[in-house]
């Protein structure tokens, strides 16, 4: 279902009057059949399904997915996020956050190239399914998974690189599992935290969608305290576009 992938470090900065950075689709009658049809595949086929084990393969690495934890393959957006991880931004000292790791995917893709990798979630089922892959794929000694809301379980610790995949939904999350795709508060509390979390020099990678109506206040927030947005990469898909910001402090 992909129609283009694109990185582009350079490309597009931000400023606070600018215009939001976040790539959207053209709405066209096709697009809204194709993604009604690619709903009812996922519905078909059970990948929609967040209460089932499911084990899978992404990015040569092996995955068991537990439930309640978000499917990087299924979502999309966390197999297009790892796929962006390599050494030319990465290397065997830099030290990196995973927020909101889920199954783990986008800290074990940072541990290929770093020794220093802190991953939290909220979810305990994600903690466990991320400690899980991170021994399934020989990488416990280089991944630390913590439970906790946010910064919270790195107070006072500082990272050369910061991922995350925020919730994209505006709203009350009635448990662990919607915490990963709905919030009413995370965008101002990450943009609080990310500058008492970044070491000199350091950087954030944050993903955003068109799907969600909770991204733009990611990016206002960020641009009220003086970080600087830049597209890191993007990529279309028939329902949804997604754009990896790399986020620069003042």
């Known amino acids: 279902m992909a129609e ?17 950075l976040i790539a959207r689709e053209p709405r066209t009658l096709w697009r809204a059949i194709a993604s009604r ?27 068991l997915i537990l439930p309640s934890v978000a499917n990087p393959k299924v979502l999309r957006t966390g197999a297009f996020f790892a796929a962006q991880l390599d050494g030319s931004h990465i290397d065997a000292n830099t030290r990196v956050l995973d927020l909101g790791t889920g199954s783990g995917v986008c800290a074990l893709a940072a541990a290929r190239h770093s020794r220093h990798v802190v991953a939290v979630d909220l ?4 903690v466990r399914c991320a400690r899980v892959n991170a021994l399934l794929n020989g990488q416990d000694g280089r991944i630390d998974v913590r439970q906790g809301d946010l910064f919270a379980p790195v107070a006072g610790e500082r990272f050369d690189l ?7 939904q505006q709203g009350t999350p009635r448990n662990a599992r919607e915490a990963a795709w709905c919030s009413s508060d995370v965008a101002p509390r990450f943009a609080a ?11 954030a990678l944050l993903l955003l969608s ?23 990469a993007e990529r279309r898909y028939v329902n949804e576009s997604l754009t990896l910001l790399r986020v620069t402090p003042p």
């Open 4 to 20: 283009l992938a694109r990185t582009d470090p350079g490309a597009r900065e931000g400023s606070p009057r600018e215009a939001s």
């Open 37 to 63: 049809l690619l709903r009812a595949y996922y519905v078909i086929t059970g990948k929609s399904r967040y209460d089932a084990y499911r084990f899978e393969h992404l990015q040569g690495l092996s995955l």
């Open 123 to 126: 979810n305990p089922a994600a």
């Open 162 to 168: 910061v991922l995350f995949n925020p919730p994209f």
């Open 193 to 203: 935290g990310l500058t008492q979390h970044l070491s000199a020099g350091g950087r």
């Open 210 to 232: 068109s799907f969600g109506d909770a991204c733009a206040s990611f990016e206002t927030g960020l641009r009220a305290r003086g970080f600087k947005l830049e597209v890191f």
